[in-house]
């Protein structure tokens, strides 16, 4: 079947359309290479780059490649810096999403995947399983809720299938280094790597299941199959075991055998402190097994991290700087520096 998958140049995204075009499915990749890299998409995926933001481009692209199944990976998904950067993730998630889903419709689509977040959850008691209320509490978390809801209500009304799936701190191989606002496992291994302090926020207590990508793929793959049993469901995809950030930041500096200076920060505004999901419907649904523990997931990708070397830190504009955001965004000059792309290697 054809499959388009957007943000196919990211992380996820690159991972999973690459995943489905080795089953032997058609897939078409579209991304605008913001925060993906064009090395991330596999030969045999069609890639064509287009900004989800322009409505018009999207729609002929779409039309273009109409496809029997849409998976929606393309995001700003920076919960922390969202407070700060509230139009350019609102763009790139909730507007990004209705600008491609429309077409997709209007097309046939028989399936919609749509790859939320456990942002939808906010600040409830973890773990937060899929019967609980949507409850956001940053920006970035409203859009994601926005675009569940969204696709409730049209599937209801025009009579699509679609799965919901809320990965969760996922982490690995292709993962961007140089953004400096998400994925603390990158920014960990990126500024050991530069010769750079690692930095906490907070007390470092705040717990997080982190996913490793050859354990969570096989279940983002599960859930683009069009089966009566995946149709209108959520479900949480994503490690079994919390662990502190503290305890994180010790298994990374281990595997790089590091003496990195440790600087403790003031919480970010709005970050939820403990925030990990349920697993047993993934297992049920998805299969979701665990085959590699968070070491061995944190080894495979200092591996990976070391062949491609210290990266430049992204530059990016802060929409709202404000003295409430982490002073280390403002100390690199990122409140003032106009956006710029990942490089576009080849």
Known sequence: MRVLVTGAAGFMGGHLAEGLAASGH???????????FRRNVGPDVEFLQVDLRDADATARVVKDNPPEVLCHLAANAREGASQF??????????MAYANVLVPALQCGVK?????????????????????????????????KT???????????????????VRPHNVFGERQS??????????????????????YVYGDGEQRRAFSYIGDSLPAFLRAAEIRPDLNHQIINVGGKHSVTVNE?????????????????????PRE??????????????????EKHDLKEGIRRMAEWARSLGPQPWR??????????????????????????PEPREQ
Not at 85 to 94: H, I, T
Not at 146 to 163: C, K, N, P, Q, R
């Open 146 to 164: 926005g675009m569940e809801e969204i696709t409730e209500i049209l599937a209801d009304v025009h009579e699509f299938d679609y799965t919901i």
């Open 315 to 340: 530059e990016e504009r802060l929409e709202l700087p404000s003295e409430k955001a982490p002073r280390i965004w403002l100390e690199n000059g990122l409140a003032g520096a106009d956006p710029a």
């Open 111 to 143: 399936k919609v995947v749509l790859y939320s977040s456990m942002a939808v959850y906010g600040d409830q008691e973890p773990p937060f399983d899929e019967r609980m209320p949507r409850r956001p509490v940053d920006v970035y978390g409203v859009n």
């Open 26 to 36: 058609e897939v078409v990749g579209i991304d605008d290479l913001s925060g993906g």
């Open 85 to 94: 950067q509230p139009r350019d993730v609102c763009g790139r998630n909730l």
């Open 272 to 289: 939820v402190k403990n925030a990990y999901c349920t697993w047993e419907k993934s297992v049920e649904l998805l299969g979701y097994e």
């Open 177 to 198: 280094l140089r953004d400096p606002f998400r994925n603390v496992v990158g920014i960990f291994m990126n500024r050991i790597m530069r010769g750079e302090p690692l």
């Open 248 to 268: 994180l930041l010790e298994m990374v500096t281990a595997e790089f055998d590091a003496e990195s200076e440790v600087q403790h920060l003031p919480d970010r």
